[in-house]
């Protein structure tokens, strides 16, 4: 009798002690998820990081470029309203003068 109560006894202890294992084992797998889980999360925020000043790079360009093509637009629609101008200055004045005094 005393053999078998040694049994369950050994058992019990043995039994305790697997679980005491495995809760070891399940907090340390937490652990290292919580661990794998920041390094991604530092991963992917360094990745759209990355992508976003990439974008950014990108769009700038595109407007710098839209920026150089508006000014050589105007600074040639400048050049072409100063041309008219020097052409037709003198007759605008002499009609001008003229419309006055007709009044």
Avoid: F, P, S
């Amino acid at each position: 009798m005393k053999e078998l109560i040694q049994e369950i006894v050994d058992a019990d202890r043995a039994a305790q002690e697997e679980i005491a294992k495995a809760k070891k084992q399940r907090m340390a797998i937490g652990e290292a998820i919580k661990k794998e889980t920041e390094l991604r999360k530092a991963k992917y925020a360094e990745q759209a990081k990355q992508e976003i000043n990439r974008q950014r790079l990108v769009t700038e360009k595109q407007e710098q470029a839209k920026w150089e093509a508006k000014q050589a637009y105007y600074k040639g629609l400048k050049q072409k309203l100063h041309e008219v101008y020097k052409e037709n200055k003198d007759a605008w004045v002499t009609d001008i003068v003229m419309r006055v005094l007709e009044k």
